[in-house]
């Protein structure tokens, strides 16, 4: 892969590009997870759970078939929803509470979506390799749920 920094830069104006225009959060939503699922190496799942009636229920997304349904609190994307913090998690196994909906995921990544210091989605990324995200990734990642956040924020 080319350098990080630069790849995500591509790609942050590829995010930027796909939603600035669209005001629908589920088309975004569905975008972003194909842009990610494409253009990441060694990622099996990615996808949206949206925060609805106080609990994640599955948005767009690309990969296998997925928990349809996770509490607040519980598991790496509950965790990250009710922290409204960035969980990076290199082995999932070690993870208190663990969701395993894919058995060979074993990374993983979260990351909150805030609408007016609410949080209402989680993106979330998993990985059959080992430690796949690191800090690089992360701030990537971020800077492209920002971008999805104010295509939110435009829409009202």
């Known amino acids: 892969m080319t350098n990080k920094t630069e790849f995500y830069r591509e790609l942050l104006a590829q995010a930027q590009s796909l939603v600035s225009d669209e005001t629908d959060p589920i088309a975004n939503m569905a975008n972003i997870s194909a842009l990610l699922f494409d253009a990441l190496v060694e990622v099996n799942w990615v996808g949206f759970y949206r925060v609805l009636d106080g609990e994640l229920v599955l948005g767009p997304f690309q990969g296998k078939v997925a928990c349809i349904r996770i509490p607040l609190g519980v598991g ?47 993106l979330d990324i998993d990985s059959t390799r080992f430690e796949r995200f690191d800090q690089d990734d992360q701030n990537g990642l971020e800077l492209i749920v920002r971008v999805f956040e104010q295509s939110l924020t435009a829409s009202e």
């Open 76 to 122: 790496v994307c509950g965790t990250a929803a009710q922290t409204i913090t960035t969980q990076r998690i290199d082995d999932v196994h070690q993870f208190d509470g663990h969701i395993a909906c894919d058995a060979s995921s074993n990374s993983e990544i979260v990351i909150p979506v805030q609408l007016k210091g609410d949080t209402i989605a989680v």
